[in-house]
Each structure stands twice: as C-alpha cells, then as structure tokens.
C-alpha cells in the first residue's frame, strides 16, 4: 500500500531526498571508505595492513529506511514522531533520531497497550525495517496516527510465504530468534487465517522437532522447551502434519539451508516421499544483502588475515553471524562502535554466543599484522572509517592521505 490522497498510510517517503542528502551524507558517509571502496579496498600504513571485505556495511533496506526517518522529520517539523523499537540494530543510527526528536517506543505492547497509551491521530509514527506485529499495526491504523512504514522488501517476501503457509494449512517453522523484532512480527503473520508456528533458533532445537516427530520426545517435553516459541494453542502432532520453512531474513543461510535439508530428510524418513511432496515446503528467504556479506566474509577469509574486526551492533542478528563465520578461521572481534577502540589500547567486544560485552587487553599483536574488516547491514560508513583511524592511532601510525 502506498500513500493516497488524504492517505495516513506512507510506505515510499516523501520525495525529499534531495532536501535531506546534505544532513544524511555528513551523518553517515567516509571520505577513506569511499576512496578504499573505490581501490582494491586494502590499505596499508607502516606495519598494518586492513583488509575491507567486498561487501558490508549500509544495505538497500537500511538505507531506505533511514532515508524515510529523516524525510519524515523534514515533512513534519512540528508534529510529534515515534519510532516503535529501533529502525535498524544500531545504536548510533537509532540515537541520531533521537536528537532529531524522535521518541523511540518499545516494541512491547501489553495489555493495556503501554506504548501506545499516549498517541493519537495527530501523531507520526515510524515503522521500522523489521515491520511490527499485525497487532500493532491494527492499533495504529485504529487510532489514525500517520504511519510511515520502512519494512525492508525482504522481510515483506517471508511474509507472503508464511501466509501462503497458513492458507493452505501448512504450520511455518521459523528458523531464527523468537525474540528478534523481525521473527515476532513474522511470527504473527503466521498466524492468517488459523495459522500456526514454531520458532528454531539453531541445528540443535531442529533436531529436538525432529526428536518429537520420531516419538522420542513428548508433545508436552516439546512444548515446555518452545514455551514461548511457539502460536498460542500449539498442538505438536496436529500442528507439525505439515511444515512450511522460512527464515528470519538475516540469519546464516548455511545453517538455515542446513536445518530445512534437516527437516526434510526426516519427513522423508519417518512419514516418506509422498509426505514430502504433499506436507513439506522450504524456500530460501534469506535477503540478498545478507547474503552478499557472508559470500565476501567467506572471500576475505581465503586471502589470508591474521584477525577480523566486525562492527555493528551488539543486538544486530547479521552482524553476530558474520563474527561467528571469522571465528572459525581466525582470532575476531565484534565491536558496536568506535568507542570500543580505547585510547588506552584495550578493547571492548562481544564474545561468541553470549549477549555482554567484555574488555580485552591485549588484543592487538605487535609486528607485520593483516586485519580483515567488515560489518553488518546496519553499520554506517562514517562508523567503520572511524574504527579505521583509531586502529592506525593505536599503532602510532600516520592518517592516511586522502586524494
């Protein structure tokens, strides 16, 4: 749906790109990332040498998004604007539309609709590249607020498929993170029509499906450990008779491939090709650009680093899977920003599989040093040229020049 005459509804912005590029390039732009993008993306200062990945960084989706938050600042000047959760995992991009004034809802709604308590129809209200819940939604379009809706086109295609799931009586496992803004709002479009779901997060809740299909675990054991991974009503031999696969768009696709295949080769054995045929559907629906990013992680690896940095933030699902694909080859750290570069040399990071930063001392090595670089979907620009310099100010190297 796009904006009509006397619409409430805006899903292509503004036309005011030309108005805002000034503030958006001086926000997000780098005069060295943009001259190493346009070379061989390698630059080398005294003893340090940075390898740029082929990909990575601001995909179309964020930049769109963004783009919309700040034409809607300009288009609405005095009206009060609110963003349901953040617009994209970054922590800087999501406080820069703070400073522009936008209040940032949390995306929980309760049962008296908490975030939504204060809002009326002469409020703004921005969706984020996530998409929201159908509830939200409704309640939104309930209350006439004006709606500008940044929901990435990649996550509108899983939402066609898992609608199409539930039309035809297929339950959609969603391989992802129950929690994540995108898998809920996903999850709830599940829901058409008497639709149902289940959420896997990895290989190892697959096999755990798996285990309940093979009648070696209970439908009660099943629903205890997806207690909140699951539609409301769950019933596992009723609900798991068909199965449509989908993915929360930023995911490893390796493993999400993996556990449809996982899934497949089961049905094939415990209930056979026909089942297949007839009660088994899986489509890649992981994006592009997260997929591009993995491709060129898998490249910068081959051509030999000693270390990977990957930015972007601690929350940000693409950016947590291009560090777990660098840790299998070499030595990596996952830093949100600039600021975890310290003036005194030490470093704070994510380390794999957990969700606190940790600070570390002695992470940078002495003598002859290739660094592989690259970040999420959601990462700016400016935000990498910065890491950057503050990687060759710890080394006591020199600024490059820039032509």
């Not at 899903?11 to 732009?29: M, P, T, V, W």
């Not at 406080?95 to 002469?122: C, Q």
């Amino acid at each position: 749906m796009t904006a009509t005459s006397g619409s409430t509804y805006f899903r292509k912005g503004f036309g005011l790109k030309n108005e805002i590029q000034g503030e958006l390039s001086a926000d997000y732009d780098s005069e060295l990332v943009a001259q190493l993008k346009a070379g061989d993306r390698t630059l080398k200062v005294g003893d340090l040498e940075i390898r740029l990945a082929h990909e990575f960084g601001f995909c179309y989706g964020v930049d769109r998004a963004i783009d919309y938050a700040y034409e809607t600042r300009k288009k609405f000047p005095d009206r009060r604007i609110f963003l349901v959760g953040e617009i994209i995992h970054n922590p800087g991009v999501n406080y820069r539309l703070e400073a522009m004034g936008v209040t940032i809802l949390s995306p929980d709604l309760a049962e008296d609709d908490g975030p939504l308590a204060d809002l009326t129809s002469e409020d703004v209200v921005l969706i984020p590249a996530f998409g929201v819940t159908t509830t939200w939604m409704a309640r939104l379009e309930e209350l006439g607020c004006v709606r500008v809706d940044t929901t990435c086109g990649s996550v509108l295609n899983v939402w066609k498929r898992v609608e199409r799931h539930a039309r035809d009586g297929y339950t959609s496992v969603i391989h992802g993170k129950h929690e994540h803004e995108e898998t809920r709002a996903t999850a709830s479009r599940a829901l058409a029509e008497g639709g149902h779901y289940l959420v896997v997060r990895n290989m190892d809740e697959t096999d755990l499906v798996i285990d309940h299909l093979a009648g070696r675990m209970s439908a009660a054991d099943l629903l205890e450990r997806f207690a909140f991974a699951v539609s409301p009503g769950f019933e596992p031999e009723r609900d798991l008779a068909a199965i449509g696969l989908a993915n929360q768009t930023t995911m490893l696709s390796s493993e999400s491939l993996a556990i449809a295949e996982r899934l497949r080769q089961a049905v094939l054995e415990l209930r056979g090709q026909e089942a297949v045929e007839q009660r088994f559907r899986a489509f890649d629906t992981i994006c592009s650009a997260t997929q591009d990013r993995q491709d060129a992680v898998v490249e910068l690896l081959a051509g030999g680093v000693d270390l990977a940095l990957v930015i972007g933030g601690y929350n940000s699902s693409n950016t947590c899977n291009l560090a777990r694909m660098c840790r299998e080859s070499v030595p990596t750290y996952h830093l949100a920003s600039r600021q975890c570069l310290r003036d005194d040399g030490s470093l704070e990071h994510l380390p794999a599989a957990t969700k606190t930063p940790v600070v570390a001392e002695s992470w940078l090595p002495d003598g002859q040093l290739v660094i592989g670089l690259t970040a999420g979907a959601s990462t700016p620009d400016s935000e990498i040229g910065a890491v950057i310099q503050a990687l060759l100010q710890l080394r006591g190297l020199p600024a490059p020049t820039l032509s």
